[in-house]
């Protein structure tokens, strides 16, 4: 790993999953670590699971397997205790293990009186899924959230409405926001142009679990895509989703995320508006807006101070408001660049790696 300096701190990641294969943790923290060891930093990354354990959990069955993989991510936590009397921070993106109560958090800060720094970008102290299991909701012991909080030197927030949940239990919780890296990752003029001229994109992109935020829209594509022949709907995501309105799907990877993105004339990020929600950190549309792909999402948490409506994109809080400002912007060419250009000027003075370096460098001290 990279040599210490003198003034530099050495700092521990436990992070859930395996380096660049998480959105969280490769928008959150992962495009720091060049700015980390150019500030004097040195820094090791414990996953709690390797890519292989990870994938598992993806498919059905193999339940042996996946429970062997469990035990050597506790195994490799327990270590990790052992290991964190060498740093000087320890920084734990959403929980250093998937279940159970925060014992390992307990030992870093309470026994070893190391500084935690405390990353989410989620309301991770509640869940998204109504009908959830009482065993699995006492197996995720989500209320250890609020302890990780209190035990922790800083808390990392991906937006206010997660700060002020963890000001509760921490003065030192500050906004990070997911960023975007505009100048080696999402920047157009580092990917050859594949747009198809004569067919407006509506595109979304996602993963498995966020499938279900299409169902807000489901009406009002159908209308739109009845109204506009010439137009079609792209998703980008790691399974073929189930919906009402034609569509074509694109698998996600790693390797042609930005070229796929870019084939979007529009891109759109509907929630519902409920607390879970409120935790969201608009990642959807900041990776449009990067891109200069004008966005529309619903006026839900964040969303609305990343978008201002009418200028750098549009809010759309209901069917008749999805339908006419979609519609707006599939006639109108010069109406999606000057909201591409307003909203690619937010991501840059506000949400890229760059205007966030210092911030994040503050997170140790």
Request: contains cysteine.
């Given at each position: 790993m990279q040599n210490r300096t003198r003034m530099?701190?050495?700092?521990?990641?436990?992070?859930?999953?395996?380096?660049?294969?998480?959105?969280?943790?490769?928008?959150?923290?992962?495009?720091?670590?060049?700015?980390?060891?150019?500030?004097?930093?040195?820094?090791?990354?414990?996953?709690?699971?390797?890519?292989?354990?990870?994938?598992?959990?993806?498919?059905?069955?193999?339940?042996?397997?996946?429970?062997?993989?469990?035990?050597?991510?506790?195994?490799?936590?327990?270590?990790?205790?052992?290991?964190?009397?060498?740093?000087?921070?320890?920084?734990?993106?959403?929980?250093?293990?998937?279940?159970?109560?925060?014992?390992?958090?307990?030992?870093?800060?309470?026994?070893?009186?190391?500084?935690?720094?405390?990353?989410?970008?989620?309301?991770?102290?509640?869940?998204?899924?109504?009908?959830?299991?009482t065993l699995l909701r006492a197996i995720k012991w989500r209320s250890?959230?609020?302890?990780?909080?209190?035990?922790?030197?800083?808390?990392?927030?991906?937006?206010?409405?997660?700060?002020?949940?963890?000001?509760?239990?921490?003065?030192?919780?500050?906004?990070i926001p997911t960023t975007i890296d505009t100048t080696n990752h999402h920047n157009p003029a580092l990917y050859p142009s594949t747009h198809e001229e004569k067919t407006i994109t509506i595109g979304w992109t996602g993963s498995h679990s966020t499938l279900k935020y299409l169902k807000e829209i489901e009406g009002a594509l159908s209308k739109v895509l009845k109204?506009?022949?010439?137009?079609?709907?792209?998703?980008?995501?790691?399974?073929k989703p189930v919906v009402n309105f034609p569509f074509v799907f694109m698998p996600w990877s790693a390797a042609t995320e930005i070229e796929d993105l870019l084939t979007f004339d529009i891109g759109v990020m509907p929630l519902p508006d409920d607390e879970w929600s409120k935790g969201k950190c608009g990642f959807k549309i900041l990776q449009y807006m990067a891109l200069k792909v004008p966005a529309v999402a619903s006026p839900v948490g964040v969303n609305q101070q990343i978008i201002d409506d009418g200028k750098s994109g549009f809010l759309c809080a209901s069917e008749t408001e999805w339908i006419g400002r979609l519609s707006q912007l599939i006639v109108d060419p010069n109406l999606r660049k000057a909201l591409a250009l307003a909203g690619y000027r937010q991501v840059i003075n506000n949400y890229s790696v760059q205007s966030n370096a210092g911030n994040f460098l503050k997170l140790f001290e």
């Amino acid at each position: 790993m990279q040599n210490r300096t003198r003034m530099g701190s050495k700092i521990l990641f436990l992070v859930p999953y395996p380096l660049h294969e998480s959105p969280s943790q490769r928008f959150r923290f992962e495009q720091y670590f060049d700015i980390l060891v150019k500030a004097g930093h040195h820094y090791d990354v414990q996953p709690f699971l390797n890519s292989q354990n990870w994938q598992l959990f993806f498919k059905p069955g193999q339940n042996l397997i996946k429970a062997l993989a469990l035990l050597s991510g506790f195994f490799k936590r327990f270590v990790s205790v052992v290991r964190a009397v060498h740093y000087d921070f320890v920084f734990i993106h959403r929980e250093a293990t998937p279940a159970g109560p925060p014992i390992i958090e307990w030992l870093l800060a309470r026994v070893l009186r190391k500084k935690i720094i405390y990353d989410f970008d989620d309301a991770i102290w509640m869940t998204d899924r109504s009908s959830e299991p009482t065993l699995l909701r006492a197996i995720k012991w989500r209320s250890k959230v609020s302890s990780i909080c209190k035990w922790s030197h800083k808390v990392s927030c991906g937006n206010q409405y997660l700060q002020r949940y963890a000001l509760q239990f921490n003065g030192n919780a500050v906004i990070i926001p997911t960023t975007i890296d505009t100048t080696n990752h999402h920047n157009p003029a580092l990917y050859p142009s594949t747009h198809e001229e004569k067919t407006i994109t509506i595109g979304w992109t996602g993963s498995h679990s966020t499938l279900k935020y299409l169902k807000e829209i489901e009406g009002a594509l159908s209308k739109v895509l009845k109204q506009n022949p010439t137009v079609r709907v792209s998703i980008i995501a790691d399974r073929k989703p189930v919906v009402n309105f034609p569509f074509v799907f694109m698998p996600w990877s790693a390797a042609t995320e930005i070229e796929d993105l870019l084939t979007f004339d529009i891109g759109v990020m509907p929630l519902p508006d409920d607390e879970w929600s409120k935790g969201k950190c608009g990642f959807k549309i900041l990776q449009y807006m990067a891109l200069k792909v004008p966005a529309v999402a619903s006026p839900v948490g964040v969303n609305q101070q990343i978008i201002d409506d009418g200028k750098s994109g549009f809010l759309c809080a209901s069917e008749t408001e999805w339908i006419g400002r979609l519609s707006q912007l599939i006639v109108d060419p010069n109406l999606r660049k000057a909201l591409a250009l307003a909203g690619y000027r937010q991501v840059i003075n506000n949400y890229s790696v760059q205007s966030n370096a210092g911030n994040f460098l503050k997170l140790f001290e």
